[in-house]
């Protein structure tokens, strides 16, 4: 009896997931965020003194500030999609629906910024274990994001039968607001605001970089790139001023990331196609 019980509760959250729809993907995402939020607390007795001080001073600040909570993230996430045995199908196989040459474009507008910067860092501020620990962060960052995002949030949307341009727009629009939690943390109104654009558009980019390789593997890889190589460059999370680097290469890298945001908008409006029905 107690097996069979068991059973019928798997069944039914199992059926409840299933049934998708704009609702229940915000519903994943603001359960997220509060876990993220609070999940890094059992920890502060032991990582408070690591963060106190600039997180990218040392291997341990950057692991305390910026690698466990997406560590911890990673597997809440990963718990979630077992329970509602989406692994590895649908989350971690081909996609279903088609993609177009055109698509090829958005990996390439998002490496751009990401090469330049990776040129320019002057790695030799930071040392090699904070060099090492917030590229090893920026992995799981691209692995948490990038599976409740382009993974769990676009899954619930296809089953709630959305047209593809929907399924972008608005899983890219979450990933955005979940990055206005960054107002409480005493971030300026204009750079909260900045941040929510870029996230919008490279949420946009990300769900054609796993549409048009076909897995969802390859947008991870990308994020994980995107967000360490900006941290070192701008010497910061969410910074936008001179980090650890300089010159021509940094330089340019700006006008690479207006040129990404404006190649993301234009890109959405041709966003076409509805997803194969998900088993």
Known sequence: MHTLDTKHRESRWRTFWARGGW?????????????????PFAFLPLTRDLVAQNVFATPGGVFAGLGLPVMIGSVILLGFAWS????????FTAQPVGRSWWMWLAPAVVMLPVVLRLIGIDYGAYGPGVVAMAFASGLFIGFSEELLFRG??????RR???????VAAVSSL?????HAVNIFTGQSLN??????????????????????????IWAMLLHGLTDPSTFLATGGIDAHGDGGGAGL????????T?????????????VRGKARRLS
Not at 23 to 39: E, H, I, S, T
Not at 160 to 166: D, L, M, N
Not at 249 to 256: N, R, V
């Open 152 to 157: 769990l949030t676009v899954t619930l949307l």
């Open 174 to 178: 979450l990933f955005a607001a979940m």
């Open 191 to 216: 750079t909260v605001l900045g941040t929510l654009a870029y996230t919008f558009v490279f949420g946009v980019l990300m769900y054609l970089v796993m549409r048009v390789t076909g897995n969802l």
């Open 84 to 91: 509602l045995g989406w692994l590895p199908r649908p989350l």
């Open 160 to 166: 709630g039968g959305y047209s593809e341009w929907v």
């Open 249 to 256: 290469s940094l330089e340019l890298a700006g006008p690479a």
């Open 258 to 270: 207006v040129l990404l945001m404006f190649s993301g908008l234009v890109m959405l409006v041709f």
């Open 23 to 39: 609702w229940r993907a915000l519903l994943v995402v603001a359960g997220y965020a509060v876990a993220y939020q609070l999940a």
